[in-house]
């Protein structure tokens, strides 16, 4: 969905985990694209063969523009990835690998190599080298595939052991090992609830954000429903130049598409 802001120009990309929920996800396909959406994205494809997504992605003439890399069995320590885990790099190089196999088959140009959680008996100087080792080889795969790797900070409030520090540490890992492949998630919800400052945060990073996803705070719902001015954290992201998609990642508090009156607020 293509939206003209006082800004510029905005792509809009429903998230079919958190979106369209009042219908079994196979349905939601074709939801979003009667809804207007020409882009979905959504974390983990891997409950179904990559083939069947597919041809839900090709029957609605939808782009998938996002998918996450595994993770592991809840209450495992790689739950939420295993990048940040030492001793894990087997289940990560898998992981990723199986990520790249359903990239190519569904014309996905953006995987999110989740970071997980730092173990509590881990040494965090240990964890994160851990880590940015693991991303340099993640982006050396990435790069032969033909396919971006994004890292994203998930706030501390919520998930306290996760491994990244902020949003600032992604960006730096993406600078250290390669920004032509790797790049930043900005993901506007977690950016307002770990630390405010916005647009401020966004502009600095710019350079390296390769995707962005919106959500309000509190409460996660759609845009307008809570306290970030989205008309203009919108608009601004469209004047920096900001061509990636924007994926919708929020619970719409009713219904999913009289929850998409929020798009008419930010038009131009």
């Not at 959406?37 to 974390?43: L, M, Q, R």
Request: charged share 20%; with cysteine.
């Amino acid at each position: 969905m293509i939206v003209q802001t006082s800004g510029g120009q905005l792509r809009l990309a429903a998230n079919l985990k958190w979106m369209f929920t009042e219908l079994p996800f196979d349905a939601r396909f074709d939801a979003a694209a009667a809804a207007g959406f020409t882009g979905v994205e959504f974390a983990s494809p891997y409950g179904l063969p990559a083939a069947r997504v597919r041809d839900l992605l090709n029957n609605a003439g939808l782009t998938q523009v996002l998918i996450n890399t595994p993770g592991g069995a809840a209450g495992s320590a790689t739950v939420m990835g295993a990048a940040y885990v030492p001793g894990a790099q087997d289940v990560f190089r898998e992981g990723v690998e199986r990520a790249l196999h359903y990239a190519d088959a569904l014309g996905n140009p953006i995987v999110h190599v989740m970071a997980g959680l730092c173990p509590a008996d881990a040494d965090p100087e240990l964890a994160f080298a851990t880590y940015v080792t693991n991303i340099g080889w993640a982006a050396s795969q990435a790069r032969a595939a033909g396919v971006r790797i994004v890292l994203e900070a998930i706030n501390k409030r919520e998930q306290p052991a996760y491994g990244l520090a902020s949003m600032e540490t992604a960006g730096a890992v993406a600078q250290a090992v390669g920004p032509d492949t790797v790049g930043v998630l900005f993901d506007v919800y977690h950016a307002q609830t770990d630390r405010g400052n916005v647009i401020e945060r966004f502009e600095r990073l710019a350079p390296l954000v390769r995707h962005v996803q919106i959500a309000d705070n509190p409460g996660r719902g759609e845009p307008g429903t809570g306290e970030i001015a989205y008309e203009r954290v919108l608009a601004r992201i469209a004047a920096s130049g900001y061509s990636g998609w924007i994926g919708c990642e929020y619970g719409p508090v009713g219904d999913t598409g009289e929850g998409l009156k929020w798009i008419e607020g930010i038009r131009r």
